[in-house]
């Protein structure tokens, strides 16, 4: 549903979130001028009048409807729940659309590439008290995959539990920090479900939520899906003038499922969340420092 937002309209007398909070549709609100910021929080996704992402996100909404009424469900949600109900509430709503026809659809027109990549995930060195932590899949664009996950979580808890290690640093080689999840593996477990308790028993997100240690993350080129949620977690995200960000998701008929609905939004909010995942728009690194996404610019 779309809402021309006006300066001086009134709200409708249904205007609380919790009226809008089960009902399994999208509002996109579009904003001409100044608007009562009441209106903003019965909105799903808001636009402004004229920007471009409102043709994409229209696109969105009709070619993937089940998708994006999960989406705005679960970004309704989110609010006022700790770090670990978040990620539980994110991972069932993936998990749900890993099993629906728009997901399904997806993995048909794109099939899994049958060659296998052997190559190192993760390289970890000391340095002083610092432990750094480099993706080293240059390849696929440092892709995450489960051997890469595994990786991550298991060098962040090395970091939790040695007393010499003050802080961690996270890096990636070659021309993107991480380009997002490695789409060959989506939807190969053996059943949604198996996949959920995987995905939170082995969640990076959550590992670096709960490290009582300063994480610094080095973005540089693409920095899509997960590659930008993971990031999200940690306490100081550097981002290099080139570093592009977005959340594509929603084209695979998929919402966020590496804890971007939980890491961004705890950064920059619902509505400005929605928009990326809604859209599926890319910013670009200014863009993102003045959102709050990127703490530091570097060139």
Same mark, same amino acid.
């Given at each position: ?65 089940? $998708? ?38 997806w993995r048909a027109a794109h099939p899994v590439? $049958? ?77 949604p479900a198996t996949a959920h308790l995987v ?10 939520? $709960? ?49 971007? $609905? ?38």
């Amino acid at each position: 549903m779309k809402v021309p937002l006006r300066e001086g309209m009134s709200l409708p007398e249904f205007g609380t979130k919790d009226a809008l909070a089960s009902l399994p549709f999208v509002v996109v609100g579009v904003i001409g001028g100044a608007v009562d910021s009441r209106w903003l929080d019965l909105c799903d996704v808001a636009v402004a009048d004229g920007d471009d992402a409102l043709e994409r996100i229209e696109a969105n909404v009709a070619e993937h409807p089940i $998708t994006a009424g999960t989406l705005a469900l679960l970004l309704r949600g989110q609010e006022g729940l700790s770090v670990g109900q978040s990620l539980v509430a994110e991972s069932s709503a993936y998990s749900v659309l890993q099993s629906g026809p728009e997901f399904a659809a997806w993995r048909a027109a794109h099939p899994v590439r $049958t060659e296998k990549d052997e190559s190192a995930r993760v390289r970890v060195d000391r340095e002083g008290d610092s432990l750094l932590l480099t993706l080293t899949r240059p390849g696929r664009l440092n892709a995450l995959d489960a051997p890469m996950r595994d990786a991550l979580v298991e060098a962040l808890r090395l970091a939790a539990a040695d007393p010499e290690i003050a802080r961690v640093e996270l890096r990636g080689e070659g021309r993107a920090f991480c380009a997002g999840g490695d789409l060959d593996e989506f939807g190969t477990r053996p059943d949604p479900a198996t996949a959920h308790l995987v995905r939170l028993e082995r969640s990076v997100g959550r590992v670096l939520s $709960t490290l009582q240690k300063p994480v610094t993350t080095y973005l540089h080129g693409a920095c899509m899906g997960s590659g930008i949620e993971l990031a999200a977690f940690t306490d100081t995200v550097v981002a290099a003038q080139d570093t592009k960000i977005a959340l594509p998701e929603i084209g695979l008929g998929l919402v966020p499922g590496a804890g971007g $609905t939980v890491s961004l939004l705890r950064r920059i909010g619902r509505l400005r969340t929605a928009w990326l995942a809604f859209s599926g728009c890319t910013i670009d690194a200014a863009t993102a420092h003045r959102w709050g996404l990127v703490d530091q610019l570097v060139t």
